[in-house]
């Protein structure tokens, strides 16, 4: 059976640090501030909008969270990013997506000033990530996977990685993220030929594809490192991931559980950024 690297645990850790700073800058009267806009309702916006609140809420980050109707029009909306863009309590601003289809979220990414884009939507983070600049913000799922490898002391230098999915926010931010970590990188995705094939090769193997169980036993390398990012709800609605764990865990070196692995870790990465925000713009 693999080791099981816990979301949680890293989550924990890193929650405590954040807290005893945060606390430090309200000694201060300086109190770290979220702002999260949410347009029309979404159920699973919701949900993580009620998991980033109070993650925040328990290292001593405020949040706001601005809810606007569903047939809020473009420059309406732009209206409220130019102002909490301008608001100086306000240090960090997510906007949930996907938007409204008369918001079109190509206009919206280069208005939210880069300085508070604490989730990698405007261009100018997304170009740090790819350049591997530092001073930006990357996105939090990909750099919660880089804090679970962080705390377990997992070194990606000239790891043959693979990753499954190309998608903005998880594989293609990620696979950048390790190159400057010295990984060696594959990234697959649908078009590629022989999944199993490359996967196999995996020392380390990070699967961001959103398909419930796909990565099966024979698709691992004994000992691999398996950091399994989905989240999916199998037949009988139970949270998966992309892994099949009981299949897996007896191959993998290592291995994230769902829940409990990357997801649990996502959050806290969020409150990382905001402080972290804050603390460039005083
Ligand atoms: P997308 O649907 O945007 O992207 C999925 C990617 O996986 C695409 O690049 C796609 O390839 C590839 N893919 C899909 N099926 C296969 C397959 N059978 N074989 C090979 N490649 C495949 O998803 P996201 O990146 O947004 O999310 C991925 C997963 O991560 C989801 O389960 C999501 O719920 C989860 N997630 C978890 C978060 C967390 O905090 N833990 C946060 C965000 C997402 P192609 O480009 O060719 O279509």
Redesign the pocket.
Known sequence: MGTILSGKEVAEALKHKLKSEVDELRKKGVVPTLSIIIVGDRADSAAYIKGAVKRCGEIGIECSVTELPQDLSQDEFLKVIHRQNADEKIHGIMVMRPLPSQISENVVKYEISPAKDVDCFNPVNVSKVMSGEEGGFAP??PS?VMEILHHYSIDPKGKRTVI????????RPLAMMLLKENATITV?????VN?AEETSRAELLI?????AR?IKKEMVREGAVVID????FDENGRMC??VDFDEVSPVAGMITP?PG???A??STVLAKHVLEACKRQR
């Open positions: 939090c799922t919660a499954v999915g190309r998608s903005m926010v998880v594989g697959c995705h649908t078009r590629t999944l699967a961001a594809a959103g398909k796909m990012v989905g989240i999916n991931g992309d769902v692995g990357v997801g870790v996502t």
